[in-house]
């Protein structure tokens, strides 16, 4: 029995219920899913009963009802909203003979086998996760003052030992972080991880947890430390991250891997389900709503995007002049081979 645990509120049931459906039909193993959400609504809890009820005879799932204060006050902004803080209650809310368990953002499509995952033996480790960003990861490290050589690792895909977090008051101890640096969190659950739990992080492929903006532009060019990185996860992908402001339920994108998540919703119970309109995204208040439309219009800037590009390729144009051209390679991925799995 493979556990997986979600974070959801009913603005993410949809995406969950089509993620979920991904793992049935790409995997040959039980599961139990663990629902962790605050007032989700009945039509929300039935239609994920019914996506794993239609699609594996022995896997369950069960809600849990989180009324946790500790988590009430601390920050969010644009789309981080409260659930991002529910991954941190997992280790207190399922049974204690559960030790191991897989924690999803819901902004992801599972498009091959957990199991070398699962098996992964983490029993000298907190959890399993992917660094962040192979190019800017000893940046994020420097900014939390730690040792860049311990690395930053990104909070969507994490396989917890859950005994390590029981035993060592890890929950606790990251929402303790988070309230005494609300004003300096840049990315709040994410940077409590990284921080409490540093040297005790076990480094994965990025194949599980695969950033959809890396494979957006089929004939995009990655510098050879980015190539080395990613090469072999674009070609055998595991899991996709969906993991900005704009997602695939957005009729706005049309990349070929937001249509390859619409394909599987299509083969899904949400089928039914309507797209919605990036401009149209809730939000957790009012101060986080205008923060994002202000970013959003200033991205829109043309001068804005000068100016943010600018130092960039002055910087690459300086490294041409003094070292030569950077040699730039093409990663070769294969979507239609994804898409047969989901086709029948």
């Known amino acids: 029995m493979i556990h997986i645990s979600f974070g ?13 459906y991904s793992i049935l039909r790409t995997n040959d193993r039980d599961f139990s899913f663990h629902i962790l959400a605050e007032k989700l609504s009945d039509e929300s809890k039935a239609l994920l009963e019914e996506t794993i009820a239609a699609n594996s005879k022995n896997s369950k799932i069960i809600f849990y009802e989180l009324n946790d204060k500790k988590i009430d006050n601390l920050i969010t902004f644009a789309h981080y909203n409260k659930t991002i803080y529910f991954r941190l209650n997992i280790p207190e809310l399922l049974p204690q003979n559960v ?43 420097r900014r939390l003052n730690y040792d860049p050589s311990l690395k930053y690792f990104n909070s969507g895909a994490l396989l917890l030992n859950l005994k390590y977090w029981r035993e060592n008051n890890c929950g606790k101890d990251i929402i303790k972080l988070i309230e ?18 540093k040297g ?25 430390i980015e190539y080395n ?19 695939p339920w957005h009729y706005e994108q049309n990349y070929p891997f937001d249509l390859l998540w619409r394909f599987v919703k299509e083969k899904s119970p949400y089928k039914n389900y309507p797209l919605s309109s990036y401009n ?5 208040n009012a101060e986080a709503e205008a923060k994002f439309r202000a970013r959003n219009a200033r991205n829109q800037s043309k001068i804005y995007r000068f100016f943010k590009t600018a130092p960039r390729k002055l910087k ?13 390679y093409k990663a070769e991925f294969n979507i239609e081979k994804i898409y047969d799995r989901f086709a029948a």
């Open 8 to 20: 959801i509120d009913d603005r993410y049931a949809m995406p969950c219920g089509v993620l979920i």
């Open 316 to 328: 690459a144009a300086i490294h041409h002049l003094i070292k030569g051209e950077e040699k730039i």
């Open 180 to 197: 005494d640096n609300a004003n300096s969190v840049r990315f709040p659950d994410q940077d409590g991880i990284n921080y409490i739990l």
């Open 200 to 224: 005790k992080i076990l480094e994965i492929s990025p194949k599980y947890n695969l950033y959809a903006e890396v494979l957006r532009d089929p004939n995009r060019l990655f510098k050879k």
């Open 99 to 141: 030790e191991k368990c897989l924690y999803l953002d819901s902004d992801m499509l599972c498009v091959d086998s957990l199991n070398d995952l699962w098996d992964l033996n983490i029993d000298n480790y907190a959890l399993a996760a992917i660094i962040n960003n192979i190019t800017s990861n000893g940046k994020e490290a």
């Open 229 to 247: 990185h990613f090469a072999e996860a674009i070609k055998n992908p595991c899991i996709i991250h969906y993991a900005n402001d704009r997602k």
């Open 280 to 284: 149209n995204m809730t939000f957790e």
